[in-house]
């Protein structure tokens, strides 16, 4: 079985930063509700779906995020711009939601960063000897490639 482990929060943050920095601007319904994640998650899935036919869907996401790492070491993320994300995180619940409905196996875990998710579960499922493509554009992901583990770098395009 081809089995899809997609970092849910790199393909979201990705697309709406990619929105954002457009002409056009963040998206939004006539009564101004946003809907920038929701339309260009979902675009990037049906894409994905098309061109990497897998037998299996898991999307993984952060949330509540991972305290150990920073605790191991502090400057974790530390060059990250901060800036406020309070509408891009609503967003986000409404998304995922949204994926529920349409069927998507997510996995989240509480205090743990989708990286290790995935990788957890692209070692897991390997050795159940189903072939793993995971999809994210996040380099970290390279040492996990392996026999039955691929990586698969989407472009994000608006």
Request: contains cysteine; proline residues 2%; hydrophobic residues 35%.
């Given at each position: 079985?081809?089995?899809a482990l997609i970092d849910g929060n790199n393909l979201a943050y990705k697309a709406?930063?990619?929105?954002?920095?457009?002409?056009?601007?963040?998206?939004?319904?006539s009564v101004g509700v946003p809907t920038t994640v929701i339309f260009s998650l979902l675009r990037m899935l049906n894409v994905l779906v098309e061109r990497t036919k897998f037998?299996?869907?898991?999307?993984?996401?952060?949330v509540s995020g991972s305290h150990y790492?920073?605790?191991?070491y502090p400057?974790?993320?530390?060059?990250?711009?901060?800036?406020?994300?309070?509408?891009?995180?609503?967003?986000?619940?409404?998304?995922?939601?949204?994926?529920?409905?349409?069927?998507?196996v997510q996995a989240i875990c509480k205090g743990v960063e989708a990286d290790?998710?995935?990788?957890?579960?692209?070692?897991?499922?390997?050795?159940?000897?189903?072939?793993?493509?995971?999809?994210?554009?996040?380099?970290d992901f390279y040492q996990l490639c392996k026999h039955r583990v691929k990586i698969y770098r989407p472009i994000v395009d608006n």
């Amino acid at each position: 079985m081809k089995i899809a482990l997609i970092d849910g929060n790199n393909l979201a943050y990705k697309a709406y930063s990619r929105f954002s920095e457009s002409k056009t601007g963040l998206l939004k319904t006539s009564v101004g509700v946003p809907t920038t994640v929701i339309f260009s998650l979902l675009r990037m899935l049906n894409v994905l779906v098309e061109r990497t036919k897998f037998d299996k869907c898991i999307i993984c996401w952060d949330v509540s995020g991972s305290h150990y790492r920073k605790a191991l070491y502090p400057e974790y993320k530390a060059h990250r711009k901060t800036k406020d994300m309070k509408e891009y995180y609503d967003e986000l619940d409404s998304a995922r939601n949204y994926l529920k409905q349409l069927g998507f196996v997510q996995a989240i875990c509480k205090g743990v960063e989708a990286d290790d998710v995935i990788g957890f579960l692209s070692e897991h499922l390997s050795k159940q000897k189903h072939k793993i493509v995971i999809i994210s554009d996040d380099k970290d992901f390279y040492q996990l490639c392996k026999h039955r583990v691929k990586i698969y770098r989407p472009i994000v395009d608006n």
